[in-house]
């Protein structure tokens, strides 16, 4: 039903552009398999979409415009075990192709630290998860999606390979690189420590784990 009326608002949107065929009494069976294929994906998605943008609204308007055009082209995906590299490279795409990237390095918004504000996790911990996404939003923008993909979603090197659109070991080089990169970062941003703590970081799995639950739910 949550799904089926995200759907519904995109269709009586101002920026929707979905043909009112798909919702006839014939396509019930195209509207339904999407929508199941759609469930299966959703949180991953979100994920994505919060750690790409950090606004939640922006997260939103991401989510919405990379649904509703997979939603308009889903007849030409011939394999259905596709969906999820088809929706994300949609995604992907959107957000360099379309500049979203250019709204990453936003503040903070209130919404999104009282995501973080609100959680049992212990306040030194809350601290470095916070430098964490700050610092990983120092990458260049490939290999800040390769390890949100990566690490955030969930995904295989595979299926990043897949979505970013190189290969696995094109993937694997972004991914080392990336890590690389915030090792040394974190030698520097990592000793910005509450009253002047100079305490090192906790493993970086560890810490992305614990980033991941924050953003471990559906946004829509």
């Not at 998605?45 to 922006?58: G, H, I, K, Q």
């Not at 212990?122 to 916070?130: C, M, S």
Request: glycine share 4%.
């Amino acid at each position: 039903m949550k799904l089926f009326s995200f759907l519904w608002h995109l269709y009586n949107s101002s920026i929707g552009t979905i043909k009112k065929k798909y919702y006839l009494e014939k396509n019930k069976d195209i509207q339904a398999e999407f929508l199941e294929l759609l469930g299966g994906v959703l949180t991953p998605m979100s994920n994505y979409a919060r750690s790409m943008t950090r606004n939640l609204d922006d997260a939103k308007d991401l989510i919405s415009e990379s649904v509703l055009i997979a939603y308009e082209n889903f007849h030409k995906i011939r394999k259905k075990e596709s969906f999820k590299y088809f929706l994300f490279t949609i995604a992907s795409r959107l957000v360099f192709k379309r500049k979203l990237k250019q709204r990453f390095f936003a503040d903070y918004d209130e919404k999104y630290e009282n995501n973080l504000s609100t959680t049992n996790t212990a306040p030194d911990v809350l601290l470095d998860v916070k430098i964490l996404y700050e610092t990983m939003r120092k990458l260049p923008s490939k290999l800040y999606e390769a390890i949100i993909l990566y690490e955030i979603s969930g995904f295989s090197i595979e299926e990043v390979s897949k979505i970013q659109g190189i290969t696995k070991s094109g993937v694997k080089s972004r991914l080392k690189r990336a890590r690389e990169k915030l090792k040394s970062l974190l030698d520097v941003d990592g000793t910005k420590r509450v009253n002047g703590s100079t305490k090192m970081f906790q493993s970086f799995e560890f810490l992305t784990n614990e980033f991941r639950r924050f953003y471990d739910k559906e946004i829509l």
